[in-house]
């Protein structure tokens, strides 16, 4: 059952536009989300954003939308990867995010996220007790 959900959220990640992924520079991020939702989701989070121009910053993450989920949620270590990256100042802003997430005790969840021409994703496992498919707004602020 757990390797079932967690191909689920993977699978989410492919939802990404392939051509994104052929970009030249990019960006990862290891982050920390813990949060709630029952309809609204609310999350906040921190991260550390790492590009391969060699810059990198500590980032604030905030998520709020909703949609057909429910639970709490305390995602440790989560991994993802931007591309279209210029500089590190573009990955500040807000995204448009469609995430899935589901666990009992073990949870895990994934996200797509889209802003302008920059594509990204991530994904991680944590504890709580959750099921749910949203659409909500990522912001990651310095």
Known sequence: ??????RVLVSLLLLMPISSWAEN???????N???WSFIYQGYKGTGIVSC?????????LTVHGGGLTLGVIDIQDAKGKFTG???IKDIY???FSIGVH???ARSAEARSLFKGDIAGGGAGVGGGYNL??????LTIKP
């Open 132 to 137: 749910g498919f949203t659409f909500s707004g």
């Open 85 to 87: 990256i210029k500089s």
């Open 1 to 6: 059952m757990k390797h079932t959900i967690l």
């Open 33 to 35: 989300l813990t949060g």
């Open 93 to 95: 802003g807000t995204y």
């Open 52 to 60: 391969t121009n060699g810059q990198s910053a500590g980032v604030k």
């Open 102 to 104: 589901a666990g009992f």
């Open 25 to 31: 520079e990019s960006c990862s991020i290891k982050y």
